[in-house]
Nanobody
Framework: QVQLVESGGGLVQAGGSLRLSCAASGRTFRSYAMGWFRQAPGKEREFVAAIGWSLGNTVYADSVKGRFTASRDNAKNTVYLQMNSLKPEDTAVYYC???????????WGQGTQVTVSS
């Protein structure tokens, strides 16, 4: 089992910034990557970003490239999502996920709400 706890969501004006955190615990030795996803009301969950635990390699959705940055602190088993130049369309519940590859995810956090006002 892997437990994931997100934090850092909130309300911010358009153009502002937020940093999300995701702390992992449990059987994290099987971790290959951590991913960030989001789900807006009435929409399907979508991929936002992923980061490899060992190499720190990252991949981003086109919609957030150049604005969002994923990072990790291996010693703390924590990953971060720095979100800059936020737009109202970034409003969603953001989830972190434990990845066995950069595209396969098996454990999910409870989500944290991000609301961007115009």
């Amino acid at each position: 089992q892997v437990q994931l706890v997100e934090s850092g969501g909130g309300l911010v004006q358009a153009g502002g910034s937020l940093r999300l955190s995701c702390a992992a615990s449990g059987r994290t030795f099987r971790s290959y990557a951590m991913g960030w996803f989001r789900q807006a009301p009435g929409k399907e969950r979508e991929f936002v970003a992923a980061i490899g635990w060992s190499l720190g390699n990252t991949v981003y959705a086109d919609s957030v490239k150049g604005r969002f940055t994923a990072s990790r602190d291996n010693a703390k088993n924590t990953v971060y999502l720095q979100m800059n130049s936020l737009k109202p369309e970034d409003t969603a519940v953001y989830y972190c996920a434990h990845g066995t590859t950069m595209v396969d995810y098996d454990y999910w956090g409870q989500g944290t709400q991000v609301t961007v006002s115009s």
